[in-house]
């Protein structure tokens, strides 16, 4: 099994920056892909970015110049550095950890609130 604890999240001005941590821990060497969701009130859980074990990543594209994913493979931490952020980036961000491959399933965190004021 893997578990999966955020934390960072917390209240900001708009314009404002944050930084998400994902600390994981079990059989961290099932782990490939890393990613962060987030989920608005009343809304569905969407994509935010991805990181491959070879560091690759990817972005929905309204966070693409202002969210930063990397993770540290030695420390077995994934983060989420949010720039400019904005009153629509209010939402629970969860971290999610995929080990298809190796346990046949993906595993979530806790979740972490960020709300942006206006």
């Known amino acids: 099994q893997v578990q999966l604890v955020e934390s960072g999240g917390g209240l900001v001005q708009a314009g404002g920056s944050l930084r998400l941590s994902c600390a994981a821990s079990?059989?961290?060497?099932?782990?490939?892909?890393m990613a962060w969701y987030r989920q608005a009130p009343g809304k569905q859980r969407d994509l935010v970015a991805t990181?491959?074990?070879?560091?690759?990543?990817n972005y929905a594209d309204s966070v693409k110049g202002r969210f930063t994913i990397s993770r540290d493979n030695a420390k077995n931490t994934m983060y989420l550095q949010m720039n400019s952020l904005k009153p629509e980036d209010t939402a629970v961000y969860y971290c999610?950890?995929?080990?298809?491959?190796?346990?046949?399933?993906?595993?979530w965190g806790q979740g972490t609130q960020v709300t942006v004021s206006s």
């Open positions: 999610n950890a995929d080990t298809s491959r190796c346990l046949g399933r993906a595993y």
């Open positions: 079990g059989s961290v060497f099932c782990i490939a892909t």
């Open positions: 990181i491959r074990s070879s560091g690759s990543t």
